[in-house]
T-cell receptor, first 110, second 112 residues
Framework: DAKTTQPPSMDCAEGRAANLPCNHS???????VYWYRQIHSQGPQYIIH???NNETNEMASLIITEDRKSSTLILPHATLRDTAVYYC???????????FGTGTRLTIIP | DGGITQSPKYLFRKEGQNVTLSCEQN?????MYWYRQDPGQGLRLIYY???????QKGDIAEGYSVSREKKESFPLTVTSAQKNPTAFYLC???????????FGPGTRLTVL
């Protein structure tokens, strides 16, 4: 699986949009981009995933660049409960593992 | 409510003892997984099972054992052979293969 690079930490003001970047410059054509988050001392929670088109669900939006070398997870109106570690994961179709790196620690500031 | 349960939430054991961590799901998922997380680190895969009576080693299986006798249950045994067992253990399941994984609340194991 392609490696991903994320900033170790970010802050965002409550009520603003949180934009979390992820670089996956070696991604190949059959690899998906997944996002999970982990609130302190809890199990990770699936957020969203995509292949090449932008995706949106009730939690977030995923914007994937045209060359697929990077993506951005957008939380449109961040709340204090969005404070968590966010993991960007690239997974090959049919591959057996989700590889979790160290992620981005997002802190929502009141 | 459907979901994954892990018990206990906190577990203490003496060095040299085996201990079994419970993981149960009522989501009717075929696949189940065990991960380990150390402070400030990501998750590392210990074992996974894609179907009943079958399981595979993950990246760090040494010192651990599992069984999958029922679809709903995937217990993990931390044996005395695991040199650094103190960690946060997470169980997950997915409908099949390696799709969207649902995680349990975790068990924090401390070896005294």
């Amino acid at each position: 699986d392609a490696k991903t690079t994320q900033p170790p930490s970010m802050d965002c003001a409550e009520g603003r949009a949180a934009n979390l970047p992820c670089n996956h410059s070696t991604i190949s054509g059959n690899e998906y981009v997944y996002w999970y988050r982990q609130i302190h001392s809890q199990g990770p929670q699936y957020i969203i995933h995509g292949l090449k088109n932008n995706e949106t669900n009730e939690m977030a939006s995923l914007i994937i660049t045209e060359d697929r070398k990077s993506s951005t997870l957008i939380l449109p109106h961040a709340t204090l409960r969005d404070t968590a570690v966010y993991y960007c994961i690239v997974r090959r179709v049919g591959n057996e593992k989700l590889t979790f790196g160290t992620g981005t620690r997002l802190t929502i500031i009141p | 409510d459907g979901g994954i349960t892990q018990s206990p939430k906190y577990l203490f054991r003496k060095e040299g003892q085996n201990v079994t961590l419970s993981c149960e799901q009522n989501l009717n998922h075929d696949a189940m997984y065990w991960y380990r997380q150390d402070p400030g680190q990501g998750l590392r895969l210990i074992y996974y099972s894609q179907i009943v009576n079958d399981f595979q080693k993950g990246d760090i299986a040494e010192g651990y054992s599992v069984s999958r006798e029922k679809k709903e249950s995937f217990p993990l045994t931390v044996t005395s052979a695991q040199k650094n067992p103190t960690a946060f253990y997470l169980c997950a399941s997915s409908i099949e293969g390696w799709g969207e994984q649902f995680f349990g609340p975790g068990t924090r194991l401390t070896v005294l």
